[in-house]
């Protein structure tokens, strides 16, 4: 089975060896063949084994310091890794963005009185152009 990642809509982003990880979390089966998740957004560390036996295992670290195992071929420990990490960043600028969204000033647009954010040059609704410099 080969690897692959694809952030798409779709909820899987990636698959190797029984690992899976998808938008908002990783699934993975322990040692006693027990499924278990890790939410992405708690995983703070993710060390990749290095030698002989291993080598097919890594290590995740969440915020609650809790360790899991989980064991995957040493040629898609990267990969894994890598999109844990930009699954991380685009859970990290979904976030900011959604924040941003509600905490912009809104002001009546003088045109056609629809609210719009404080910072706009030109209004959403009737597309005119709001010149700043006229503002004092
Ligand atoms: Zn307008």
Do not use: W
Request: charged share 30%; glycine share 2%; aromatic share 8%.
């Amino acid at each position: 089975m080969t690897a692959s990642i694809k952030i798409t809509s779709s909820e899987e982003i990636f698959e190797t060896s029984g690992v899976q990880i998808f938008k908002d979390k990783v699934i993975f089966k322990n040692s006693l063949l027990t499924e278990q998740s890790i939410p992405i957004n708690q995983i703070t560390t993710i060390n990749l084994g290095k030698f002989g036996f291993h080598e097919n295992q890594v290590i995740i670290e969440t915020i609650d310091n809790k360790k899991y195992k989980i064991f995957i071929k040493a040629s898609d420990q990267k990969k894994f890794r890598d999109t844990i990490h930009q699954v991380q960043q685009l859970n990290k600028e979904r976030t900011v963005k959604t924040s941003e969204t509600i905490s912009r000033d809104k002001k009546k647009c003088p045109f056609c009185a629809e609210l719009i954010i404080v910072e706009a040059k030109k209004c959403r609704y009737c597309g005119e152009f709001l010149d700043k410099s006229k503002e004092v």
